[in-house]
């Protein structure tokens, strides 16, 4: 489903990934780990097509597709969707409005007539229940004065009302209180399916406990410096980073390759 | 040193004679009293902005003609005046003859009513700051002046639709005067709008007048053609426990400035100023606010957008003067500025004096541009960057299109809005 090949990408000239390369196949669930400012936003925000960032080198494909040929709004149309690691506060757009656009428009790209104020009311609804979010919240301006659980549980009530092929989140279960967790985590099993990947970027194991990933993988200084399967995650939570060669962003180039 | 220039003679040519003598009498003093007044130029402080946009060419002096009854399609519920080409049209307008409440154009006043009109006329004004609005007290041709018993209230909004028609070049100086006796309420819609395309300019003077009590709200919807300067001034008198509410949406033109003046007189008076400025192009919009807090314990609020596209320029000048004796002024001014273009210009300046020890006044001015981020997370879920650009440009005026308080306007502001959008954001 994903290709990143050889992918560099740089902020204000400097360079943060330093050559990436990952398959994720349909059906899948990645774990990315690594250390504070190794480049998993960096990475998650490269897919999504933030333009702060500049793609030196590389290629991504989404099912053959070269991703890097489309704007932002492009690759969210071909399924593609970011929960932010922190979500953006827009004051003054309604969050029931955002989300009623922004449902709007993949269901107008995908040729089906737009929903109305009431059918999407009853869904958003719907959905809200399901990451315990009080309907309240909907009325509210996008993110506006949310905390920052609340702000994480309406990042997964975009994934499930917009069902992307790929969801990337980023750190979704940070901040989060121990029911939030559970509440999260089945709002993220329930987008799990046979056609859709997941990629999940994390410091913590107790998240791999609730949605069980198919692969690990350690970003270090750029690079994916090591990957396994779920025992990885087990074991870099006893371990730490320092057994991989890598105490922070400053990835030694022995343990990159 | 050269002299200021000062207004061509052709200017000073009287107008039509339909008004009552007293009324014509007063413009000709007026008149008289004008043939020196400079005229507006860059070196003159509250016009350095927009002094280059003003174009008094002798052909925009003649009168324009009175028209027929067509033009005036709109389909505005209840209650409504029209003036066309500053002159009003009885036959398009449609107002309430009801207690306590009369609604007269100037030609229609005895001699009697005329008079004591033209004692009032300008009283609420400082004309030394409003230069044009002293060309308008020379050369009007009639006007509306409506005045409200003690504990009248107008059960809907009067809508006063000023049309001017370019298909010839000319001016054109309409002209309210509202007196709300105590305890009144109004609300006044003034709509300006325009065909044709000849160049035209509209200089327009409002007044109000609250006695104790009254309640008076004014809606101002400016949306004239690109050939159409507009000039306008709005005077507000505000005695003890009055409320003024102000609430004007303006797109752009070659030449918009409204001076809003009001002078809270009375303890307890309290007044509410929003504005929504929106330019494009060329386009040239300029505020000029001023509140006086005379009297102790009143409280305003002013609230100004300002959006501007393109090569455009919008200027917003704020002035609270809060006088010795005003103890306890609770005066708050808040102007925030969109750039939408790396092209356009937005000026904003406070003008605070302040000479009574115990108030509280805050004031703040931002000018900004929309926000990456905020943009980025839209497009994100799959938003186009039209419609993004568009949700956060509303998101920066929603709060005070919401509070128009005319669902009519809030329409029709609404619509032109959109138009706006369409042409000035692109899907990538
Ligand atoms: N807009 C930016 N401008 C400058 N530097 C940036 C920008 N965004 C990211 N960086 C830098 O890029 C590096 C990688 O940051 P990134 O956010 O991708 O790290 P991360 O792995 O997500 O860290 P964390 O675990 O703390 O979230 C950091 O050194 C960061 O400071
Ligand atoms: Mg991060």
Known sequence: MLSIKNLHASVEGEEILKGINLEIKAGEVHAIMGPNGSGKSTLSQVLAGNETFEVTQGEISLNGENLLDLETEERAREGIFLAFQYPVEIPGVSNLQFLRTAVNAMRTHRGETEMNAAEFMKLAKEVSKQVDLDPAFLKRGVNEGFSGGEKKRNEILQALLLQPKLAILDETDSGLDIDALQVVSKGVNALRAEDRAILMVTHYQRLLNHIVPDHVHVLAGGRIVKSGGRELALELEERGYGWLGVKDEEATPSAAS | ?428
């Not at chain 2, 192009?281 to 596209?309: F, L, P």
């Open chain 2, 1 to 428: 040193m050269k002299p200021a220039p000062t207004i061509s003679s052709a200017f000073l040519e009287p107008g039509g004679q339909s008004l009552p003598a007293p009324l014509l009498e007063l413009r000709k003093q007026r008149g008289t009293a004008l043939v020196d007044m400079p005229l507006p130029t860059r070196k003159t402080e509250n016009w350095k902005y927009s002094s280059r946009h003003l174009k008094l060419t002798d052909e925009l002096a003649s009168t324009l003609p009175a028209t027929g009854k067509d033009g005036y399609s709109l389909s505005i519920p209840g209650y409504r005046v029209v003036f066309h080409n500053g002159v009003m049209i009885p036959e398009a307008s449609d107002f309430p003859d009801l207690d306590g409440i009369r609604i007269q154009r100037f030609a229609d006043l005895d001699d009697d009513e005329a008079a004591g009109l033209a004692e009032r006329l300008d009283n609420t004004l400082d004309t030394r700051a409003v230069q044009m609005a002293r060309l308008n007290s020379a050369r009007f041709e009639d006007g509306l002046y409506i005045q409200l018993d003690k504990e009248a209230v107008l059960d809907q909004p009067l809508f006063i639709v000023h049309e001017v028609t370019g298909t010839a070049s000319g001016s054109a100086y309409p002209r309210i005067y509202v007196d709300a006796a105590r305890h009144s309420q109004i609300t006044v819609v003034e709509e300006y709008l325009s065909s044709g395309e000849e160049p035209v300019m509209v200089d327009t003077v409002t007044e109000f007048v609250l006695a104790d009590g009254a309640q008076v709200t004014n809606v101002r919807l400016v949306m004239e053609g690109e050939n159409v300067q507009h000039i306008g001034a709005t005077g507000v008198r505000q005695a003890a426990n009055s409320r003024f509410e102000s609430h004007c949406v303006g797109f752009g033109g070659p030449l918009r400035r409204h001076d809003l003046q009001v002078r809270l007189e009375g303890e307890g008076g309290e007044c509410k100023l929003n504005g929504v400025v929106v330019t494009q192009g060329k386009q040239h919009y300029d505020n000029h606010t001023s509140i006086e807090h005379v009297a102790a314990h009143c409280d305003s609020e002013e609230t100004y957008r300002n959006i501007a596209a393109d090569e455009s320029h919008a200027v917003f000048n704020g002035r609270i003067h809060i006088h010795e004796d005003a103890q306890k002024s609770n005066a708050n001014m808040n102007n925030k500025n969109l750039l939408l273009s790396t092209g356009a210009e937005i000026d904003t300046k406070p003008e605070l004096e302040i000479y009574a020890d115990d108030v509280k006044c805050a004031h703040g001015a931002t000018i900004g541009q929309l926000d990456r981020i905020s943009l980025f997370y839209l497009v994100s879920r799959g938003i186009g960057r039209r419609e993004a650009n568009t949700l956060l440009t509303m998101a920066f005026i929603n709060e005070l299109v919401e509070q128009i308080p005319v669902q009519a306007v809030k329409d029709a502001a609404q619509l032109r809005l959109n138009e706006f959008f369409d042409q000035t954001f692109q899907e990538a």
